[in-house]
């Protein structure tokens, strides 16, 4: 089937079909979401209103057998933060629209009616909207299990919303089925799955059982090159044995010791209870819980890495997926809950209301400090996301994130860049990560640049974590680099060994040309990144953002982050540099 | 006493008096605030945080006897929209600080404890910072009995927070007393009884015992130029007979038969109840209920023109003051309620809880929206004020304003400009003023330059409402005259003569050169005027403002409004010349 743009008009319900245009020929992922959001969307508008577009986009190996390069991209004017927004996730979805020869689903206007809901049908040949009231107001779980009822559960996938995005809060996720059809894969930041809601759009079923795996049009250099990228994640220590055996939270305690775990609100880098919660605990508690069978789990097809989990409760049922660091860290450390299993029961009720457990945790942890609950208190936490669930005005101050959780309470002590919270890493003990997040196109994003790479696990080098030397180099490099990982539908995950390994690097690109029959080189992959950055920084321009907007709160710069007793130190004028290659 | 700067560091407690600088020795009122603002506070701090100051200013004839010249100027960076923001009232303070020698009152930095509430004891030769635990949570009208029962009745005026501003809530007003002492004129818009609190402010007292009105240094000079002012403003129509006789409310059928009356949160522009709420009814309910035996009031002594009200319940009881047109508009028009003890119901707990009732309303219109309560019902709407005074999740969000509303309900058809809620008229049929509210340095404000008078009263010429045409120079002109009428002290409404009437335009600058034994001419105005403007623009686009945020919200580009059937029509790049003089 021809790749091509499907878009879907909700106010008119006409659903048109376009080849795709030349000039996105190369474009997959964020560079295809970006791309569209930047022509097509007036960066002003209401990012509830009509004129926001929700865009879904697979990478450029997307539907392949590139090994992990099933990440779905999601793009829109964000409603938490005003800026552009790419979020991407796993699960099956971005591997079945590529087979289906939808590079880019674009779903544009809203319904003149708010109380119409559709679910939208992808097959091989035909792209259908119908009606859904019967799922009107479910969570994320009980919708899957009614689309499983209708639709069946072999090769297929869902995306979904949960209440929170049917509702417009702002820290709505978009929810993606993983192998197992659990909707447990989330594009969670920026709120996008408000913008879906403000589409009338509950979920969209993806039917994979008439359509095969995308052919490259070189078969050899393509074969060849995915197996030295696989190769080389086996090998690289971080890809290959880290990740694999203790999942994303490995890096609870490496934070933890490196002094840079935010702790209470970000008031410490340092907590006594991480060791109770970190990824090796988790590790041996699954072990000993029985699972379900395995520890290493993949979050979409074709993943060799593994470094997603199931966990499952003390009587070895199924719970949630096995909580990743940032929300073991948003949801635990943040909040001084040193109790995995109460960590699990918030990481369910995020997916099931279909909420960014990043902008929860980080919105309970500024509720606390403002009174609403006690530092430690899971029950309390606990109820507080039940109170979203519940559709609360309480709830709906939570869904709406960090920065209106402390605009209600009257909290300034408050950890956010342009209105999105910051994840699991201080910059105070961490600087380099502390550029990233001020100056990122998304609001406070770690992967965007993820400087913890190079400042505190010395892959790609090493640059002391604790001064303003080299961040803003080394934050623009992984940033342009990052920009064109998050193109490929290729896991962020690589970078570790791109980074360390010349030879997974070029087998990014060969991969690419293998598949397309191009010629790119290493300096046509950072032209890539260049230029989704440049197109994003252009839209955020246009929408008002300055680089008075690239700034850390202003208390980091005051207020030190014991152990080191450091602040964020990287002067604003190296900051205004970052995009020093947008013209 | 000699005139000079008072700072108060509520972190030290340590009270600085400092002589005034001779840069700002003909600087009072907003002149003052906005440049003590923008030459002191970061402008990306937190709003909340340390690093902001509020600033207290009486103008530059306040404490004198020129005809209206008691308004108060508070400034500071507002938590509401992130912008500068000064805001005036009336009441007894300014007059009162004028005569104290204090030419700016400067509260900086926050005390450590947050659970520590002061007064501020200001009386001739001393400040005192005295604590009130016994005030804490109380609304304004319980606040100022208490202040009244240990300071007295006589002689002093009382500025004071509801519980609203104590909690930080972004749409929370600074209340000064009037002639009766009772809390009513309040310095509404922009957040800043938050700012006080955050400073741990509750009150401050202004002691009139000990001084008296300040004398000019060309006594025969000012007298002069003081009478042919008063004389000016009793012969203008406006000032001298619509304003005295009907108050502001007088608005209201006059808008509704300019179609420009915004309705039902903004979808209509003409609304069949509003002669059931107009400034006539208004009058003849009080004049048949007795009032307080009089209809025309001054907000602070030495007004000429009168055109506050005591509003009276059906018993003849004392309720509150007259609610003015935006409050009877943003009440009752906004939300489709044509009931005047109902609107005075919600003016008193506005004025009690500390609230902006242009925010209240226009939030409560986008409640109604999101379907929390029906249009037209009173009863509903004063229940949702009542949970601000409560505390609850609920009023929490009602309480930081309209966009905070619209957010946490998902609703996108929302009145804001810069976060501040629209007034009570629609630019789609009063052009000019959508200049104003879109690029003001305020955020959505009707009276940083009030194109109403010459769009619709036909004062200072004519510019045609529904047309593109002249609104951008009519804007920037109003808002010139405006910023130089805010750091004199004298009440907006003077304007309507000064713009009439070239000897009350030269009244203005006769009575500041008889004053201060100065020699400006009216080029002098136009040009303080200008550099108001200029030290708030700089300080909004240092805080991250462009053009990009100098619009109105998308929707009314396109959404026809009746009966005219007309959009927003003045294109962005004429907007974008209404600063032309900033450089």
């Known amino acids: 089937m021809a790749d091509r743009i499907v878009r879907v008009n909700m106010k008119t319900l006409a659903i048109k079909e376009e080849p795709l245009p030349a000039k996105w020929a190369a474009f997959g992922g964020r560079a295809m979401t970006s791309a569209i959001v930047s022509e097509e969307v007036p960066p002003t508008c209401s990012p509830l209103g009509p004129d926001n577009k929700l865009v879904f986009a697979p990478g450029l190996l997307g539907g392949s057998s590139a090994p992990i390069s099933g990440r779905i991209s999601v793009g829109a004017k964000s409603p938490l933060t005003g800026t552009i927004k790419e979020s991407n996730a796993g699960g099956q979805a971005a ?18 009616d708010a109380s119409k809901l559709y679910t939208m049908e992808l097959r091989k040949g035909s792209v259908k909207l119908v009606e859904c009231p019967e799922l009107k107001g479910l969570g994320n779980y009980d919708t899957v299990a009614k689309l499983i009822a209708k639709y069946g559960d072999k090769k297929v996938g869902y995306v979904s919303i949960g209440m929170a995005g049917e509702w417009g809060l702002t820290a709505a996720s978009i929810a993606c089925t993983d192998r197992e059809l659990r909707p447990t894969r989330h594009a969670g930041r920026g709120g996008l799955g408000a913008v879906m809601g403000s589409k009338g759009i509950k979920a969209i079923f993806c039917d994979d059982s008439e359509v095969s795996m995308r052919e490259p049009a070189n078969k050899d250099a393509f074969r060849d090159a995915s197996r030295k990228f696989a190769k080389a994640l086996k090998e690289h220590p971080v890809t290959g044995e ?12 490496i934070m933890n010791e490196a002094g840079g775990l935010p702790t209470r609100n970000f008031r410490e880098g340092q907590w006594s209870g991480a060791s109770k919660i970190s990824g090796e605990v988790q590790h041996d508690t699954i072990l000993a819980r029985g699972g379900e069978g395995k520890i290493a789990h993949g979050c979409h097809a074709g993943c060799v890495i593994q ?7 003390k009587d070895g049922h199924y719970k949630t ?17 040193d109790d995995l299993d109460a960590i699990a029961e918030m990481d369910r009720l995020d997916d099931d209301i279909g909420l960014d457990t990043i902008e929860m945790g980080a919105a309970i942890g500024v509720a606390m400090e403002g009174g609403l609950a006690k530092f430690g208190d899971a029950a309390a936490a606990i109820n507080l996301l039940k109170e979203v669930q519940k559709g609360t005005p309480l709830g709906r101050i ?23 919270a910051m994840p699991a890493y201080d910059p105070r003990a961490v600087q380099g990560i502390g550029v990233t997040y001020a100056t990122t196109t998304m609001g406070a994003d770690h992967t965007a640049g993820y400087a913890i790479a190079t400042n505190i696990l010395k892959v790609g080098g090493y640059v002391d974590p604790l001064k303003a030397e080299g961040q803003v180099d080394l934050s623009r490099n992984l940033q342009i680099a990052t920009a064109a990982v998050d193109s490929t539908g290729l896991c962020l995950f690589v970078a570790f060994a791109v980074l360390d390994k010349p030879e997974a690097f070029e087998a990014v690109y060969e991969m690419i040309n293998g598949f ?36 850390l709160p202003d208390w980091m710069s005051t207020e030190k982050l014991s152990p080191h007793n450091t602040v964020f130190m990287v002067p604003d004028a190296e900051l205004d540099q970052v995009f020093n290659f947008v013209t």
Not at 242 to 253: A, E, F, H, K, R
Not at 321 to 337: F, L, M, S, V
């Open 321 to 337: 997926k096995g909580p990743e660091y940032e929300t073991i860290w948003a949801h635990g450390t943040n909040c001084c809950i």
């Open 95 to 112: 591997q079945i629209m590529a087979r289906l020869g939808i590079r880019a689903l674009v779903i544009e206007d809203k319904p003149e």
């Open 307 to 313: 470094c997603s989990r199931i966990w499952v409760d």
């Open 242 to 253: 880290g990740l694999p055996t203790y999942g994303t939270n490995v890096l609870q305690n």
């Open 398 to 420: 939570l869904g709406c994130g960090t920065d209106t959780m402390a605009r209600c309470f009257g909290v300034s002590h408050v950890p956010t860049v342009k209105g999105q």
């Open 516 to 551: 397309y029959g191009l010629s790119l080189g290493a300096n046509d992959v950072v032209e890539l990144g260049k230029a989704v950055l440049t197109m994003e920084k252009k839209f955020n321009n246009a929408a008002g953002f300055t680089n008075a907007h690239d700034r």
